[in-house]
């Protein structure tokens, strides 16, 4: 039996951008850890079925400035590698989804080249001050 748009997915692209899109835009920030990630996705995929949008996984690889602490707010691509400091490229995101510290200033980077547009939702403990989010998505063992 066919789904009905209610229930279909939405659509998961790793990588590169697929160009113009129209809709909703959601980039799932992916770190190294593997449950981090599962928790990233979900939240993005559930978002994206509930705006009729696309979800657009973007794997992050950083560099020594990774160890930089984030409270001292830092935005921008400078901690990432070459080739995920690409990834990072117009069309900018309707939603940016990242977990942990390290997603924290290449998040911010984003929201501040989309003019302010892009909306961030950080998961669990970004070490910085949750103002500098939309929304901080958290659990007791975080402090």
Not at 7 to 26: I, Y
Not at 57 to 78: D, K, S
Not at 110 to 118: D, P
Request: aromatic share 4%.
């Amino acid at each position: 039996m066919g789904e009905t748009d209610s229930t279909k997915a939405p659509r998961v692209h790793e990588g590169a951008h697929e160009g113009a899109h129209q809709g909703f835009l959601v980039w799932a920030l992916l770190g190294p850890r593997t449950g981090d990630n599962n928790q990233v996705l979900a939240l993005a995929e559930a978002v994206a079925a509930a705006c009729g949008g696309v979800v657009e996984a973007i794997p992050l690889r950083h560099n020594l400035l990774r160890l930089l602490p984030t409270r001292f707010g830092g935005i921008g691509p400078a901690s990432l590698d070459r080739v995920s400091r690409a990834r990072l490229a117009p069309p900018w995101p309707d939603l940016v989804i990242g977990v942990g510290r390290r997603s924290v200033p290449a998040a911010r980077w984003v929201r501040a080249s989309s003019g302010g547009r892009t909306r961030i939702v950080q998961i669990g403990r970004p070490r910085c001050h949750p103002g500098r989010f939309d929304l901080v998505l958290t659990t007791p063992q975080y402090g």
